[in-house]
């Protein structure tokens, strides 16, 4: 077993690089540029960030984007309490002002002129307008702007438009290799290699079922879960039910079809 060497030390979280994902991002965050991540839910997107800000021992303002996400939300508001009115930075103020990451999850949920917020800080300006206190903030060298999305997900009326994302430097993500999956749900799970290799094996053959109706495929995430459940006793049927085939799908007969994968593998 051929496996990448492991980014791993006390203070970052556990990462397993697949390509040259590292140092592309490093390199990006050296001159100044904003990085998009595309992939699907649950290939270790967020876990990346997270390892990098540790990494580059910077830190890391998360945001989980919505359809009710404002500029307001990202950049500030004011605030009225007892002592007056006072301002709030939003985190995408805080990033830029500590000189951390900004990591907007899932941007295309967010609303356009939310979005719109971010193409000063996204080109060669790098600048952030606090258009209600009037300050123009110059980020600093080591401010990054992170987005990432699932491509699986875009539609006419949810997608990131040409003008926006060709501000960034993009990555794609997918999930690994079978012998890279299960070394991460072994390392992630804390279980032994037989289990973790059999999981990620019906997590195989669940994603080959791709086109039976269901929206998404089994995560490696899904993998981790359903492998840290038996390892720590549950019945494999029943966690395989309850960590893989329900978060899957809410058709009965679906769910169904995706029991009778497993048993092939828990029989």
């Known amino acids: 077993m051929n496996l990448k060497p492991v980014c791993e030390s006390r203070s970052e979280p556990f990462y397993q690089a697949q390509r040259n994902e590292l140092e ?22 967020t876990r990346f960030v997270q390892h990098m800000a540790q990494r580059l021992n910077l830190p890391l303002h998360t945001v989980a984007c919505h359809d ?16 007056g009115t006072w ?3 939003g985190p995408l103020t805080r990033a830029v002002r500590e000189g951390g990451i ?13 979005v ?3 193409h000063p800080l996204a080109d060669d300006r790098r600048e952030l307008f ?25 539609n006419l009326l949810k997608g990131m438009k ?3 994302r060709q501000r960034f430097v993009a990555m794609r993500f997918d999930y690994p290799p079978a012998a890279e999956e299960a070394h991460i749900v072994r390392r992630e799970a804390g279980v032994d290699a037989a289990l973790a290799t059999q999981v990620v094996r019906l997590g195989q053959a669940l994603r080959r079922l791709e086109q039976h109706d269901l929206e998404e495929v089994a995560s490696t995430r899904l993998l981790i879960f359903t492998a840290r459940m ?7 049927r029943e966690a395989c039910l309850a960590c893989l085939a329900e978060p899957l799908s809410d058709d009965p007969v679906t769910v169904a079809a995706l029991m009778d994968v497993v048993d092939v593998h828990f029989a």
């Open 116 to 118: 719109v917020v971010l």
């Open 87 to 89: 301002w709030q930075d």
């Open 162 to 164: 040409p003008s926006t």
């Open 68 to 83: 009710d996400l404002s500029a307001a939300d990202l950049v500030g508001r004011h605030l009225i309490g007892a002592e």
């Open 102 to 114: 900004c990591y907007l999850d899932e941007v295309v949920e967010a609303r356009q002129d939310t």
């Open 130 to 154: 606090l258009e209600r206190t009037g300050e123009v903030l110059q980020a600093p060298p080591s401010f990054m702007l992170v987005v990432s999305y699932n491509p699986g997900y875009q």
């Open 24 to 45: 592309l991002f490093e390199q990006a965050w050296r001159h100044g540029l904003p990085v998009l991540i595309k992939g699907p839910t649950g290939c270790g997107k």
């Open 230 to 236: 038996i390892g720590a006793g549950m019945n494999p």
